[in-house]
């Protein structure tokens, strides 16, 4: 019985559903048709609001230059007084090279602003607010985007081509601060008013010359600002040479030649009794910079390990006259006699990723106080000691340093560093620092 | 100045010169766009990459190499969306050439011809090294490849209109391939439909959308940061309650993150080509997804 009702049930079931299917089937294909339709209209939306929003944004805004800020801030302990910095053997350049102060200050805060004027140039424009409130036109200068074959023309104020490290900005340096060659030969960076015209070769090697002139508004021109006369006041010649050897190393090699005639160039000492003087340099400075950098990445590239080791060296010749005392501050007055100078000085460095974030660095410096001769010294009018910053002296320095970058636009660094710049007096010198970047992307720089 | 040209003539000879005239220097910044460069313009191109499948585009220096290349290009390819910000816009203010400077035919941006994903509705850098643009890496969904190949055509062909017939007829024949390739893509990729994946960088976020997949996570933290160990304990957590079927980093990241996670997931980790040349079968632009594909599926089925 039970048997017989169970058939019957599934009969009348499979009859009931067959009954029932055509008017279902034709209802959910009419909803299916239904969700189809709105589903095509989302996903014209949808591509309309896809394809609008990944066009640039519209409007005045739109046409913003590129605007970054860098800030740093800088905890220095050091055994010297950095007011008392000098480095011996060596004409002061009037430049910033005294290291960061002892205890917490802050760095130079950057801000740059740079984009395409039109199609023929480009403009940039860098400045530097101090610790002390000041601001410094660090860069300001326009360059050619529509000349062809190679050529490009900067003009305004820029970082002069001479060596690698002057033209990279601080904040990008992989020291706290600049080589001691760097210091004395170029007043911790030298930049300059002027005109480049720089041509790179059709070749693969990487091949480029170029010249500049300029005002002579900083050491070794002098004095500070520039003369005031039609024409130039510093000629500087340069050129690269660059390439990959394989597929991870990357180098590079410059030589540069800057001559100028700086008149009047003054620097503060102390005579022989003591007497704070000025005394000022009049005549020729010619000064050669070689430079070198390899850097090394697995195959190129830098995410997880890299290393590179990059080194200068300068070689100066100085000749004309060196006036003592120009104010007259000492019972014997001011008086001038010839001075010649041949001097030189280099550093090496090295800096290893070893993990991501993580890098370690050292540097060696070293100048050579060479030969000098004192017209006023050696015809017995004064004595050496009456120049006790030329005082002959070859200046080293050690310096390692550890930083942390979490990303691409910070870094925090630890720097230690033994500094034999006085001729009296090692500096031992320890440095946390930090550096960061907002708002436009920087550049990768090689 | 009559000397300098001299002088550019003499150094030609001493050093390497580059490629005669009589083709059109293309310079690619990925190796995606030289393969679909050298797609459509044949022998009448001359195509370098500044980038290998083995670096991270972004992650680039705008070395004396690249800058020797771009100086005589004729064409310039690239991504776009700022993937090449940190190092493209000093090549091209150093290359002294007029020919590719943005706002003239030479300067051909992909990403511009396609609609982009992951366009950020809040640009902060707390949320890593975004694009404001969008995602930038367009070249893993094929779709694309065909847009761009259409409007790159168009340019080979302004660029150089004596060999435009040539473009033309060779554009027409890989886009005829390439439309059947997908075809047989989306048929052998099937059963990646909805497969919940994790990647290393938001590399492959075309692809991903492309093959329907769902990507659950990244082992970085955030776009442009390298994976911490902390973030890799909350995905290891994440996995249990959530488990991803498959991990993927590409040619030119670590494989570290990927394998530590695997291990104790137990989930497994694939290598993927990043592009053209990121392993031995993505050879060009048919290899790079055949590859791509076939190593998922190893994986998935």
Redesign the interface.
């Known amino acids: 019985m039970l048997k017989k009702n169970a058939l019957a049930l599934a009969a009348v079931a499979t009859l009931g559903l067959s009954r029932a299917a055509p008017a279902q089937t034709q209802d959910e294909a009419r909803a299916l048709r239904e969700q189809v339709d709105q589903l095509e209209k989302r996903v014209t939306n949808a591509?309309q609001a896809?394809?609008q929003?990944?066009n640039?944004p519209a409007g005045e805004n739109a046409l913003n230059p590129a605007v970054s800020l860098i800030l740093n801030g800088i905890y220095g302990n050091l055994s010297q007084d950095p007011a008392n910095f000098r480095i011996n053997g060596f004409i002061p350049t009037g430049g910033d090279v005294a290291p960061p102060g002892r205890g917490l200050s802050l760095g130079e805060s950057e801000l740059s602003i740079a984009a395409?004027v039109d199609?023929v140039f480009?403009g940039t424009g860098i400045f530097s607010v101090s610790s002390d409130n000041s601001i410094e036109v660090e860069e300001a200068y326009i360059?050619t985007?529509?000349?062809?074959?190679?050529?490009?023309i900067k003009a305004g104020r820029f970082f002069s081509s001479v060596g690698y490290q002057n033209q990279v900005h601080a904040h990008a340096w992989d020291f706290t601060d600049a080589p001691l060659a760097n210091k004395v030969f170029l007043g911790n960076q030298l930049s300059d008013d002027g005109i480049q015209l720089?041509?790179?070769?059709?070749?693969?090697?990487?091949?480029d010359?170029g010249v500049e002139v300029g005002r002579g508004r900083n050491f070794p021109a002098g004095p500070p600002g520039g003369r005031e006369k039609n024409g130039f006041g510093s000629g500087n010649f340069f050129t690269?040479?660059?390439?990959?050897f394989g597929?991870g190393t990357?180098?590079?090699a410059g030589l540069a030649y800057l001559a100028t005639s700086p008149q009047n160039r003054a620097y503060d000492d102390v005579d022989s009794a003591g007497t704070p003087v000025t005394n000022s340099f009049s005549g020729a400075s010619k000064l050669w910079a070689l430079d070198g950098i390899l850097?090394w990445a697995p195959?190129?590239?830098?995410?997880?390990t890299y290393f590179k080791v990059q080194g200068e060296y300068f070689r100066r010749s100085e000749n004309g006259d060196l006036t003592f005392d120009t104010a007259g501050a000492t019972g014997g007055g001011t008086r001038t006699g010839g001075y010649a100078s041949t001097q030189s000085g280099w550093y090496l460095q090295g800096v290893y990723q070893f993990i991501?974030?993580w890098r370690v660095g050292y540097r060696y410096d070293r100048l050579n106080a060479g030969g000098t001769s004192i017209g006023l010294v050696d015809s017995g009018a004064l004595v050496a000691a009456d120049f006790p910053i030329l005082a002959k002296h070859n200046p080293t320095r050690n310096t390692v340093m550890v930083d942390w970058s979490?990303?691409?636009?910070s870094r925090v660094r630890l720097q230690l560093a033994q500094d034999k710049s006085r001729s009296d007096a090692t500096d031992n010198q320890v440095f946390l620092q930090y550096i960061v970047s907002?708002g436009a992307?920087?550049?990768?720089?090689? | 100045m009559r000397t300098?040209p001299k002088?550019?003539a003499a150094?030609?000879l001493a050093?390497?010169?580059?490629p005669a005239a009589a083709t059109l220097n293309v310079f690619t910044c990925e190796p995606e766009w030289a393969a679909l460069a050298q797609e459509l313009g044949g022998d009448k191109v001359s195509v370098y990459s500044a980038?290998?499948a083995?670096?991270?585009p972004h992650?680039?220096?705008?070395?004396?190499?690249l800058?020797?290349?771009i100086?005589?290009a004729d064409l310039l390819i690239c991504s776009g969306s700022?993937l090449e910000?940190?190092?493209l816009?000093?090549l091209?203010?150093?290359?002294?050439?007029?020919?590719i400077?943005?706002?003239t035919p030479g300067y051909f941006e992909a990403s511009q011809f396609?609609?982009?994903?992951e366009?950020p509705k809040v640009v902060d850098?707390a949320m890593?090294?975004i694009h404001p643009?969008?995602n930038p890496h367009v070249h893993t969904d094929p779709r694309n490849i065909a847009k761009i190949a259409a409007v790159l055509e168009g340019r080979l062909a302004q660029l150089d209109s004596g060999n435009a017939d040539t473009y033309h007829s060779r554009a027409k024949s890989f886009l005829a391939r390439w439309q059947a390739a997908i075809a047989r893509w989306e048929k052998e990729a099937a059963p990646l439909t909805g497969v919940p994946i994790v990647e290393h960088h938001k590399a492959f976020s075309y692809f991903i959308n492309w093959m329907g997949m769902r990507e659950v996570a990244t082992l970085e933290p955030k776009p442009?940061?390298?994976p911490t160990p902390s973030h890799l304990a909350e995905l290891l957590d994440l996995m249990k309650s959530a488990p991803a079927k498959v991990i993927v980093y590409s040619s030119?990241?670590?494989p570290k993150a990927a394998q530590f996670l695997s291990e104790r997931s137990k989930i497994p980790a694939v290598m993927l080509p990043f592009t053209v040349g990121g392993t031995d079968k993505a050879k060009d632009l048919f290899g790079f997804f055949d590859d791509m594909i076939e190593r998922l599926l190893k994986v998935v089925k």
Request: aromatic share 8%; charged share 20%.
């Open positions: 591509e896809a394809a929003a990944s640039r395409n199609q480009r360059q985007l529509a000349l062809s074959n190679g050529f490009t720089k041509w790179v070769a059709p070749t693969l090697l990487y091949f010359v690269t040479l660059g390439g990959d597929t990357a180098w590079q850097k195959n190129f590239n830098p995410t997880e991501p974030m979490p990303s691409e636009f907002l992307h920087g550049a990768h720089k090689f | 300098i002088l550019g150094l030609s050093l390497i010169a580059l980038t290998t083995l670096q991270d992650r680039i220096e705008a070395r004396p190499s800058i020797a290349r100086r005589s700022e910000i940190g190092w816009p000093l091209l203010t150093q290359s002294g050439n007029s020919k400077q943005l706002g396609v609609a982009k994903l366009i850098r890593g090294d643009g969008g442009g940061i390298p030119y990241d670590s």
